[in-house]
């Protein structure tokens, strides 16, 4: 799944991605009972074609966050990211009462698309070190 995006895992991972680092990411994933990491499938076909991780709360601000919402680039723009948005947005609002947030690789024009259309707006900007490199990141948050 991960490699059906390959422009998203250039920026973060520097173009690589194999079994053995997505163990480790689900095995990471695991270990913090505030944090799920699902898989996006079709309902007809059970096809695989997508990916989402957050957090219930994020201790460093005390809000929900999306960490991740992959959809691989041949199904992007069929409402798998929206529908797994909205899922969690669904969950996270019967726990907490503050906005849901995420961040976007600034060069990431789909994820901007995807996050504008779900009613997310920028609050602020970060620098992150990731696998391709220092990332600009656009913070957003929307009001569950």
């Known amino acids: 799944m991960f490699l059906g ?26 270990t913090d009972p505030q944090r799920h990491m699902l898989g996006l499938r079709e309902r007809a076909t059970g096809e695989l074609v997508g990916v989402i991780e957050y957090l219930d709360h994020n201790e460093r601000d005390g809000h929900p966050w999306i960490g991740l919402i992959m959809v691989a680039s041949a199904r992007q723009r069929e409402g798998f990211g929206a529908e797994a948005v909205s899922a969690v947005a669904e969950q996270i609002h019967l726990n907490w009462a503050s906005p849901l947030r995420l961040a976007v690789i600034s060069k990431n024009e789909p994820g901007m698309r995807l996050a504008l259309a779900l009613g997310f707006e920028p609050y602020g900007e970060a620098e992150q070190p990731l696998g391709g490199g220092l990332q600009r990141l656009v913070l957003m948050q929307r009001r569950i």
């Open 5 to 30: 995006n390959p422009e998203y895992l250039e920026w973060t991972e520097g173009g690589d991605y194999d079994l053995e680092m997505l163990k480790s990411d689900w095995q990471v994933a695991g």
